[in-house]
């Protein structure tokens, strides 16, 4: 049984980190498309951040140059750095893992990040 768990939300200040972690069971990870989404109230979910199979990323305008994902095989985890934060950051960040070829779609239950002085 496949299983993502999102850690590493809380509660910062506006210019603040943090790092969120994304740790699965039951799938490996560089087999997988890796993506972050965030929610935040009264919005639709919004892609975030993308980690490739291959390792290649792209990131949504609004968070290029301030978020960064990364992927660590061996601990089987997927991580986003998030530097500079603003209160518009504020949401509940999802991992999210596909394999199309397969039709798998995985998701974690979310971890909440609050900017907020």
């Known amino acids: 049984q496949v299983q993502l768990v999102e850690s590493g939300g809380g509660l910062v200040q506006p210019g603040g980190s943090l790092r969120l972690s994304c740790a699965a069971s039951?799938?490996?990870?560089?087999?997988?498309?890796t993506n972050w989404y965030r929610q935040a109230p009264g919005k639709e979910r919004e892609l975030v951040a993308v980690?490739?199979?291959?390792?290649?990323?792209n990131y949504a305008d609004s968070v290029k140059g301030r978020f960064t994902i990364s992927r660590d095989n061996a601990k089987n985890t997927v991580s986003l750095q998030m530097n500079s934060l603003k209160p518009e950051d504020t949401a509940i960040y999802y991992c999210?893992?596909?394999?199309?070829?397969?039709?798998?779609?995985?998701w974690g239950q979310g971890t909440q990040v609050t900017v907020s002085s």
């Open positions: 999210n893992a596909v394999r199309r070829l397969y039709k798998d779609n995985y």
């Open positions: 039951g799938l490996i990870f560089s087999s997988y498309v």
């Open positions: 980690i490739t199979s291959a390792g290649g990323t």
